[in-house]
């Protein structure tokens, strides 16, 4: 059984994102963890609103960032802004001060813009001419991608794709949740109506209760052997880093909590791998042309690896 406030959260989502149970639970594994999640999927499928749905059931700031060429990088963390009366500077901040940040279209802005946005990302702070400034706490960014439209992209590098903690999609809706949907907004859209069902102080302390779910040593060792292997595929060019394997530690706690157990079994693990790892690995090339996914790979490392 879920933990209960966790239940009544993902029910609240849920009146606005329907039929998407198991994305809801991912966003809410970066939310226990401060883990950043990349939901790469068409427009339409309910990205935006999913993100602004986390943020209205838990009462967080949210700020929307929409990417393009020519965002700065001080549209992104602010900046230092001269004030008449004291003759000094004063830090004027920018969107990314804020609980869930939403950064839609992410590989449309420049690699500056997206280098600035990346410390944000890791480190939880802005620095400008040698003075730091905290991000709140909790903080957490959501960045989405359109997979099919590349024309005037700046890909992601390697440094910053491996900051999201997931990569996850939604993918359209069944017919009945469709009509469920459109039903809906007959009048107006459900997010409207959307009130919190849980404060930023008890999501610090959810925060803090997941770091005592369990995880026995053979599970650590399971979980380095799966995401090591990834340096040793012959499918793989480029594997997983031990971030990676932080990643997944974090994620399959947050998992098991979410699930009602207070530790972690080798399946949180199989669940959760493709998500934390397919963003994370480059396939050879021959792999590629032949079609193969990194889901595929990935299900091929766990099939190979030993379960405990």
């Known amino acids: 059984m879920e933990n209960e406030s966790l239940g009544r959260l993902i029910e609240n989502i849920e009146k606005v994102i329907v039929g998407k149970t198991e994305a809801v639970k991912f966003l809410i594994v970066g939310l226990l963890t401060n883990g950043h999640i990349l939901i790469e999927d068409v427009p339409g499928t309910g990205k935006t609103m ?3 749905a ?9 700020k929307r960032i929409q990417f393009t060429p020519d965002l700065l990088p001080s549209d992104v963390t602010g900046g230092l802004v001269y004030n008449l009366k004291t003759g000094d500077f004063d830090f004027k901040k920018g969107p990314v001060f804020a609980n869930i940040v939403l950064a839609d279209e992410i590989n ?8 600035a946005f990346l410390e944000c990302m890791q480190e939880h702070k802005v620095t400008l001419d040698g003075r730091s400034f905290s991000l709140y706490d909790p903080f957490m960014v959501i960045a ?3 997979p099919i439209e590349y024309q005037g992209t700046y890909p992601l590098p390697e440094a910053q794709i491996d900051r999201f903690m997931m990569k996850i999609d939604l993918g359209y809706l069944s017919m009945k949740d469709e009509i469920t949907v459109i039903s809906a907004q007959k009048i107006k859209h459900p997010i409207e109506d959307l009130s919190p ?10 925060q803090k209760r997941i770091k005592n779910i369990d995880i026995s040593p053979n599970i650590f060792e399971y979980i380095v052997k799966l995401v090591s292997s990834s340096r040793q595929n012959e499918k793989i060019k480029l594997g997983a880093s031990p971030r990676a394997s932080i990643a997944l530690v974090k994620a399959c706690r947050a998992w098991a909590f979410l699930e009602g157990r207070d530790y972690v079994i080798p399946d949180d693990i199989i669940k959760l791998l493709p998500y934390i790892l397919k963003h994370r690995i480059i396939l050879q090339p021959n792999v590629l042309v032949a079609g193969v996914t990194p889901e595929e790979v990935i299900a091929g490392l766990v099939k190979a690896t030993a379960i405990p």
């Open 50 to 52: 999913l993100a602004l």
């Open 54 to 62: 986390l943020a209205k059931s838990i009462n967080a700031d949210f």
């Open 108 to 115: 449309r802005t420049t690699p500056r813009t997206q280098s």
């Open 144 to 146: 989405t991608e359109n």
């Open 197 to 206: 069902v849980m404060g930023l102080e008890e999501v610090l302390g959810l």
